[in-house]
């Protein structure tokens, strides 16, 4: 490979790093919190459907989705139509998972 093209390479690696350690706006590193209600849970295939309140941090509005389940996330307690607050984790690919839960506590 010809120098150049390795300077150039190293630095796009340089600049591609600096992007993903950038800050996300308004929530600490890549977690960020919500609260929601459970519609339904699918414990085969590691998803919970939830109607979950605005998340400012992510700039999402009231919706009702699937959320992955993290490997180390327990379901135990969590029955439909529970109130739960909730932690997301943003993978490296980009899809949001559920790290942990807790029961709302209103
Ligand atoms: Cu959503």
Known sequence: MPKRSVLLL??????ISALACAPETG?????F????T??????????????????PALGWPEMTMDFQLADAVTLEGIEPGQKVEFRLR????GAYVIESFDLAKD
């Open 10 to 15: 190293l630095a796009l690696t340089v600049f």
């Open 33 to 36: 919190p919500g609260a929601g």
């Open 90 to 93: 943003k993978r490296a690919d």
């Open 38 to 55: 459970v519609n339904s849970i699918a414990a085969d295939e590691r998803k919970i459907n939830i109607t979950h309140d605005p998340i």
């Open 27 to 31: 929530a600490s590193g890549d977690h």
